[in-house]
């Protein structure tokens, strides 16, 4: 059956416009991954990213029951990301003109909700994650970096992520000194640049010393 729409042209029109706006989000591949070189068939996106933010912090909210909206949680990992559609992503390794770029991630977020109707509260969700303003906006933080250092983990245990595969950023400075202190595994590198976001002794602290140097999964060759 046809529905009409009638006056609800514009709303439809919105939804539909902001959906194939952060739509190109499962088409953005993570740059790190890029800049790492890892050797993959299928290389996570943006938007698999965002839904590994939101699983993790399902998982950890449920295991740990912080004094946070987890809803809200939620909205700012499915929303902190949009700005990505415009700046594209950027990794720590990439050049200080890149970084600068970051600057325009609110400018950037404005643009992507501005024809919605609850364009302030997402907006002001998001400038809260940018800023740590909340107790959700510093546990969405939290679960945000460890997804990451995750999914290194993960990609590091199936053997597809490699220090002689990063020509690119291997040469940065704390590469090399990690290197050089004899952490060949990359995930270690993700976890312990990440490690100064978690208070000693939490969860997430927990959790990214549990995967340190360690094994989550076996390689798909079962080593």
């Known amino acids: 059956m046809q529905i009409e729409l009638k006056n609800d042209e514009k709303k439809v029109k919105t939804i539909i416009d902001y959906y194939i706006l952060t739509n190109k989000l499962k088409d953005l591949v ?13 290389v996570e996106s943006v938007a698999e990213h965002i839904y590994g933010t939101c699983m993790l912090a399902v998982a950890i909210w449920s295991e740990t029951l912080p004094e946070v909206n987890i809803s809200e949680v939620i909205l700012m990992l499915a929303l902190h990301e949009t700005e990505e559609n415009i700046i594209s992503d950027i990794t720590p390794y990439d050049s200080e ?9 609110e400018k950037a977020v404005k643009a992507i909700f501005k024809n919605l109707v609850a364009k302030d509260v997402y907006f002001k969700l998001v400038h809260d994650f940018d800023t740590l ?3 959700e906006a510093i546990f969405a933080r939290k679960c945000d970096k460890l997804e990451s250092d995750l999914q290194a983990r993960l990609y590091s245990d199936e053997g597809v992520l490699l220090y002689e595969n990063a020509d690119e950023i291997k040469n940065h400075e704390q590469i090399v000194e990690w290197h050089n202190q004899g952490i060949t595994d990359v995930a270690d590198y993700f976890v312990l640049a990440d490690r100064h976001n978690y208070e000693d002794g939490d969860i ?5 010393k549990y995967i340190e140097g360690k094994k989550i999964i076996k390689s798909k060759k079962g080593k």
């Open 30 to 42: 993570r740059t790190g991954w890029k800049r790492w070189g890892v050797k993959r068939e299928r």
């Open 204 to 208: 997430f602290f927990k959790i990214s």
């Open 97 to 105: 003109e890149k970084q600068k770029l970051k600057q325009s991630g």
């Open 133 to 135: 303003a909340t107790p």
